[in-house]
């Protein structure tokens, strides 16, 4: 841990829910507290990270106009804002996660000339089956994100490969997993279990409700297959849709939406791990439904094969995750 004893680090992200990207920065903000340097974490829109952060007692810095939709008027206050918080802490290190924190936190860091820029990529949003154009922004944006930071984080190979075609970015691309507790503490996840028959074989899945989690391929499943039964959770912006389609179908007996809970209060009233995803990074869930010794059903999107294949899951924890992250501090 030689350098960084005193540093003062600040994370930037842009929502402050609970998925992916969130749970890495929680992780690596509470990892790095405990070592002796000063950490902060600034984030859009109040959530559930920014209450797990408050609940650890983390510095925080609520940027109020930092949202995910494209708005020039809030990107230009953002950037403002993150600009002037730059300029009061002066950190040694920024470390901007998610596309649009990154596009205006590494421009504000190198304005503000600080020494250590790093940008984490949870996935590229221009992989994404979207129209041509949002993808081409998408691309722009993402390009100028590492052209403007030091060294470039990518948690698959999949993504490495994709990062290096980035032109004159190859050189600051890192591959650094995500990282879990390879050895949880797992409740019984009676809570799932009761809400279904005795004796029903469960399907689980956990998630944010979005279009890219595509828990709606499961349900059409469901609809299809009588004896599946199925265990969604988390929560989202498709939980409206979902809902709907579970009460069109008629599938409120086998089929159950039930929000965010905490992955170890829930994997063991799981018999399958489903993960439909239409893109990821490297998903925590995954690496944590295999800790957790769980038969998987996943596509292969990004880092899933990476996962799915690996014979040595050390490659995975959180403790390599932290300890490769400081070296680039």
């Known amino acids: 841990m030689t350098g960084i004893r005193d540093k003062k680090i600040l994370l930037v992200i842009t929502k402050s829910n609970w998925g992916g990207a969130q749970r890495y920065v929680y992780d690596l903000a509470t990892a790095l507290s405990r070592k002796e340097c000063t950490v902060g974490v600034a984030f859009g829109q109040p959530g559930r ?11 925080t ?20 804002e ?3 918080l730059f300029r009061i802490q002066k950190p040694d290190v920024v470390h901007v996660n998610s596309s649009k924190a990154a596009g205006v936190g590494a421009l504000a860091a190198r304005i503000v000339r600080v020494p250590r820029i790093i940008f984490t990529v949870h996935g590229w949003p221009f992989m994404e089956k979207r129209n041509p154009v949002w993808r081409a922004f998408a691309y722009l944006g993402s390009w100028i994100s590492a052209l403007l930071a030091h060294t470039v984080i990518v948690v698959s190979k999949n993504d490495l490969r994709i990062g290096k075609r980035l032109p004159f970015c190859v050189r600051k691309m890192r591959l650094i997993y995500n990282g879990v507790d390879l050895n949880p503490q797992l409740d019984s996840g009676e809570r799932i279990r009761s809400a279904f028959p ?46 709907a389609k579970i009460k069109a179908y008629g599938l409120e007996n086998r089929v159950k939406l039930f929000g965010f809970l905490p992955a170890n209060e829930v994997l063991r009233g799981f ?5 439909p995803s239409l893109k990821e990074g490297l998903p925590y869930v995954l690496l944590e439904a295999r800790a957790a010794g769980l038969p998987i059903v996943a596509n292969r999107v990004g880092g899933v094969g990476e ?20 070296k680039l501090y």
Request: hydrophobic share 45%; proline share 2%; net charge negative.
């Open 49 to 59: 990270l920014a209450e797990e952060l408050e609940r650890a007692g983390m510095t």
């Open 61 to 80: 810095y609520p940027i109020r106009s930092l949202q995910r939709d494209i708005s020039l008027a809030a990107d230009v206050r953002s950037f403002f």
């Open 82 to 84: 993150l600009l002037c």
């Open 198 to 243: 005795r004796g029903a074989r469960i399907t689980g899945s956990i998630g944010e409700l979005t279009h890219n989690k595509n828990q709606i391929a499961l349900i059409e499943q469901a609809r299809a297959d009588p004896l599946l039964h199925l265990a969604i959770v988390g929560e989202g912006e498709e939980r409206a849709h979902l809902e």
């Open 271 to 275: 018999d399958v791990f489903a993960l």
């Open 307 to 326: 996962i799915l294949d690996a014979k040595d899951m050390g490659d995975f924890s959180l403790e390599r995750m932290v300890r490769e992250t400081i």
